[in-house]
């Protein structure tokens, strides 16, 4: 079951992302494979682990690369 966190939770992350003092260098392919297969999984069409092994074969892929 998947729920949208509440308000108190949003507004923890929230405060977290404010100490950060240095930015992320998140490259769009890593992030793209992450979102594609999370969608897949929240639209019902793939299980939790097999979007977990589809993320770590894609991105062992991408690394080796």
């Not at 999984?41 to 979007?51: F, H, R, S, T």
Request: include cysteine; proline fraction near 2%.
């Amino acid at each position: 079951t998947y729920i949208w966190p509440s308000v108190e939770e949003l507004d923890a992350l929230y405060e977290m992302a404010k100490q950060v003092s240095v930015a992320a260098d998140l490259e769009r392919v890593q992030h793209d494979v992450i979102i594609e297969e999370l969608e897949r999984c929240l639209n019902g069409e793939i299980g939790e682990d097999e979007a977990i092994n589809t993320i770590m074969q894609k991105m062992n892929l991408y690394l080796a690369e």
